[in-house]
Nanobody
Framework: QVQLVESGGGLVQAGGSLRLSCAAS????????MGWFRQAPGKEREFVAA???????????DYADSVKGRFTISRDNAKNAVYLQMTSLKPEDTAVYYC?????????????????????WGQGTQVTVSS
């Protein structure tokens, strides 16, 4: 089992940057695919970014079209952590951001992007972008 705790959310002006962190428990963190999702009020939870489980030193990342070129996902297996660097933030990025772990992730392929593929979820961290 994996426990996930997000941090780094907050209030930022449009055009600003934030870095979200997700700390994971457990000794097999490298075997999980990791994802970031977000949910705005009145909307369904949506995919933001994901990174595959480790295959040697290689990882595959995938992004929602709405964040490509602005957000970067990364992981540090030594620290049991995954990060989401967010730049050029827009008001429409305002949401609760969730970290999630996929126990069925495979190395050498793109990570899953559907919320139902993820087994473990954090409690979320609020990101608010003011215009």
């Amino acid at each position: 089992q994996v426990q996930l705790v997000e941090s780094g959310g907050g209030l930022v002006q449009a055009g600003g940057s934030l870095r979200l962190s997700c700390a994971a428990s457990g000794r097999t963190f490298s075997s999980y695919g990791m994802g970031w999702f977000r949910q705005a009020p009145g909307k369904e939870r949506e995919f933001v970014a994901a990174i595959s489980r480790s295959g040697g030193t290689t990882h595959y990342a995938d992004y929602a079209d709405s964040v490509k070129g602005r957000f970067t996902i990364s992981r540090d297996n030594a620290k049991n952590a995954v990060y989401l660097q967010m730049t050029s933030l827009k008001p429409e990025d305002t949401a609760v951001y969730y970290c999630a772990a996929d126990s069925n992730s495979r190395p050498w392929v793109k990570p899953d992007t559907g919320p139902s593929e993820y087994d473990y979820w954090g409690q979320g961290t609020q990101v608010t972008v003011s215009s």
